[in-house]
């Protein structure tokens, strides 16, 4: 590849280019999202259109600062045409500060820890084709056309795909935490709910599903793991059951509810922050606080633990007696505390896997789940709100039913193909480069011209 179609692709790409590691203070989930991730769109067109980035050789990973060689020009020259290394700097085949700097921005546009050199997982985002990308653009573009989120002064953003939990407040992220979500068997929703209360020192009932998957087969091994977990068997009006009566070998289905007790070894850790939903999801800490090193944070069962949570939980309870100081006390007494909200704020669950933030930095995250396909973009899109039900006055007639008109059998046709039809794809899944327009299943329109 030569150094004037490398210099003649990023000239497509000015609208990729922010300060090298810079952070904007937008969210990623706001009302501002659609516009730039369809900028993002359009200059990952113009990538594909000119042939997409060519594929990183697998001795980078053996790289250091100051190596040199083809794979660093291979690398370099990968760099520069996704708007992480300027072109200036696209000359030689030495590892030096410049392709640091890219390496560390490449990296934190892809969620992973800015180190530097290339490790296994950054060479996979590496050689990802740009096709897979403008899929991902695609399929954030049409989640957010659907999107039945209103946006509040203040709200909490969970993105699934990026493990993450933002704060907004006046268009403005005021924290971000990463988190651990949903594995792939156990899948955290996507959903919008209200944030209620904040719960202290909590305790924990364990699900009937998490029950039968985990606590059985783990008394099955090891009688005394109740005890070590500090755990309690309870029935019929709380009334507590010795583990030892209990036939574990031929339980299948429990007759008894699990409670873990408040401390710092619960599950949920010492804060739980409450939103009533329909999934039983809610955010949570955790005993389990290295696991935030990780990149790959999929591993709870549905739920958000938060790292740092007790600034996330001070943050929700501002303007309150409950200082951060105040909240630290509570949580040493040991004893379980529940501090409703004076105001409900707002969460939107979502499944973003691409989009552009207000520092012209494109984001991607794996789709870990799978969901960026036609059908999955449907399931994992934030629906509007029902609303509510009419209430009928006393003494007011019920309106009668209103039937839908029978049609003859002789009118009877089939389904016309237009509305379930998807955009066109690959064999391999991905939306063809520079196809210029896009169709997702459910739409009746281009997504642009």
Not at 1 to 13: D, H, I, N, P, T
Not at 185 to 202: E, F, G, K, W
């Given at each position: 590849?030569?150094?004037?179609?490398?210099?003649?692709?990023?000239?497509?790409?000015a609208l990729l280019l922010g300060g090298v590691g810079a952070r904007a203070n937008e969210p990623s989930y706001g009302p501002n999202t659609y516009d730039r991730t369809l900028e993002a769109l359009i200059a990952h067109e113009d990538i594909a259109v000119r042939g997409g980035w060519p594929k990183v050789p697998a001795g980078v990973t053996a790289l250091k600062p100051d190596a040199q060689g083809p794979e660093v020009a291979a690398l370099k020259q990968r760099l520069v045409l996704s708007g992480d290394l300027p072109t200036d700097a696209l000359p030689?085949?030495?590892?030096?500060?410049?392709?640091?700097?890219?390496?560390?921005?490449?990296?934190?546009?892809?969620?992973?820890?800015?180190?530097?050199?290339?490790?296994?997982?950054?060479?996979?985002?590496m050689?990802?084709?740009?096709?897979?990308?403008?899929?991902?653009?695609?399929?954030?573009?049409?989640?957010?056309?659907?999107?039945?989120?209103?946006?509040?002064?203040?709200?909490?953003?969970?993105?699934?795909?990026?493990?993450?939990?933002?704060?907004?407040?006046?268009?403005?992220v005021q924290r971000r935490h990463l988190a651990i979500v949903g594995r792939?068997?156990?899948?955290?929703?996507?959903?919008?709910?209200?944030?209620?209360?904040?719960?202290?020192?909590?305790?924990?009932t364990v699900p009937?599903?998490?029950?039968?998957?985990?606590i059985i087969p783990h008394m099955r091994k090891d009688p005394g793991f109740l005890a070590k977990s500090h755990m309690r068997l309870l029935g019929a009006e709380n009334r507590?059951?010795?583990?030892?009566?209990?036939?574990?070998a031929s339980l299948t289905a429990p007759y008894f509810t699990v409670r873990q007790d408040p401390g710092p070894d619960n599950s949920l850790g010492q804060m739980k922050i409450d939103m009533p939903n329909t999934e039983a999801v809610y955010l949570h800490d955790t005993p389990k606080k290295s696991l935030f090193r990780n990149d790959v944070r999929f591993n709870s069962s549905g739920c958000a633990r938060v790292e740092g949570v007790r600034d996330l939980g001070a943050w929700l309870l501002e303007g309150?007696?409950?200082?951060?100081?105040?909240?630290e006390a509570e949580i040493a007494k040991g004893e379980r505390k529940n501090i409703p909200l004076k105001k409900s704020v707002p969460v939107a669950w979502v499944y973003l896997t691409g989009w552009q933030g207000a520092d012209g930095m494109v984001q991607f995250r794996e789709d870990i789940y799978g969901l960026d396909t036609p059908q999955g973009i449907v399931t994992s899109t934030i629906q509007p709100r029902k609303p509510k039900a009419k209430v009928i006055g006393a003494g007011e007639p019920k309106p009668a039913p209103r039937l839908p008109p029978r049609r003859p059998r002789t009118e009877t046709k089939r389904r016309s193909d237009r509305?379930?039809?998807?955009?066109?794809?690959?064999?391999?899944?991905?939306?063809?480069?520079?196809?210029?327009?896009?169709?997702?299943?459910?739409?009746?329109?281009?997504?642009?011209a």
């Open positions: 590849m030569s150094v004037r179609f490398v210099k003649a692709s990023v000239a497509a790409l030689g085949d030495v590892y030096d500060a410049n392709v640091v700097a890219a390496v560390k921005r490449f990296q934190i546009r892809h969620g992973l820890s800015d180190l530097g050199t290339v490790g296994r997982l950054t060479l996979k985002a050689n990802t084709p740009v096709e897979v990308r403008l899929n991902q653009l695609t399929a954030t573009l049409e989640r957010l056309k659907g999107n039945g989120f209103s946006f509040a002064e203040r709200y909490v953003v969970v993105n699934i795909p990026g493990a993450s939990v933002e704060a907004v407040e006046n268009g403005m792939p068997d156990r899948p955290s929703p996507v959903l919008q709910a209200n944030i209620t209360s904040v719960n202290l020192n909590p305790t924990w009937t599903s998490i029950v039968k998957a985990d507590e059951i010795d583990p030892a009566t209990v036939n574990w309150t007696e409950w200082t951060p100081a105040a909240i509305c379930y039809r998807a955009y066109k794809v690959s064999r391999s899944g991905v939306v063809p480069c520079g196809s210029g327009l896009v169709r997702l299943s459910g739409t009746m329109g281009p997504l642009r």
